[in-house]
């Protein structure tokens, strides 16, 4: 019931993202394209603008809600994200360092951007999870602190960048705001398979993370790899992230929020969790974007800073829930 739902809400969210935005845009109009009698403007709109666009906001909220779902099995830590684990910052600084340094060039036949955010995500995600690791386990405020301390030093850094490269200035702040304005199909084209693909290997994952629940020795014990597996997994996530910020800049709070909501509502199992978190993920990045483009008049507002308004009081009751808990 909780998949139809998400569903059901995801099919809205995508039909009203067509008609919303700084041209208008109508059902008759929208029926004139379906039969194709509409004007060539308005074939741009649908096609070129919106139709990419929402394709887009939904694969990027689903691989952040999936790889967030994926973080908090792995450091078995509700509070983790690759936007609070400072994966997100890491990915944001290889991506920098490629639309500043390396913007014609390409690696293996793949745009720099998204490889270099790949690279920035993985050092990351390895640098803060050796850091937050204490005698073996990884505490709540040690991962937090790690995070946020990675994401600070990450972001002096692109900064440092910024400043030193003042042409280049607008271009990537904008991106670090996190925004879908800039969607085309070319970047559809680069995150849709790499989507699929990563979260389909990590739902592949859901049982070993469900065993690993209990602790290293028991999953030992029954046949799970716990090293292998978690290294797969935190590989696998680092694409996601990487990928979602390579094609919409920092987008934060969207794995924080989603997994957790859905965790509470349908319980821990994660070969249930992960497919709603796709579904929950994507709608909801959806329901986001379109906020971002009617709550100011005349202007866009970038989708990042909604889902920021909407994660912090969010995380913000988490803590304190986890620190009454403690």
Known sequence: MILLALILGGIAAFVCAFFVGSSGFSFAEFARVLD?????????????????????????GAALAVSGCCLQGVFKNPMADSFVLGVS?????????????????TVFGAG?????????????????????????????FSLLLSGFSMSAMFSAIIYLIMLL?????????????????????????????AVLVCSALLM????????????????RSLG????????????????LSAVAVSVSGIIGFVGLMVPHLLRMAAGPDNKKLMPLCFV?????????DIIARVILSGQEMPVGIVTSILGVPFFIFLLRRGRKGV
């Open 280 to 288: 929950g993920g994507g709608a909801y990045l959806l329901v986001c």
């Open 112 to 140: 720099t951007v998204a490889v270099f955010s790949f690279l920035g995500a993985l050092i990351a995600v390895l640098v803060v999870y050796n850091i937050s690791r204490i005698r073996g386990k990884v505490s709540t």
């Open 36 to 60: 194709g009698t509409a004007s060539q403007a308005m074939y741009n709109i649908f096609l070129n603008i919106r139709l990419p666009r929402a394709i887009g906001a939904f694969l990027v």
């Open 89 to 105: 910052s890491g990915a944001a600084l290889g991506a920098t360092v490629a639309m500043t340094f390396f913007t014609t060039a």
């Open 165 to 193: 490269n003042r042409d280049k200035m607008e271009n990537v702040v904008m991106w670090n705001m996190g925004s879908l304005a800039s969607m085309s199909w070319e970047k559809v084209a680069i995150a849709l398979p």
């Open 204 to 219: 592949l994952y859901a049982k070993p993370l469900n065993i690993m629940l209990n602790g290293d020795e028991v999953s």
């Open 224 to 239: 799970v790899d716990t090293h292998k597996t978690r290294r797969n997994m935190l590989i696998l996530t680092s694409l």
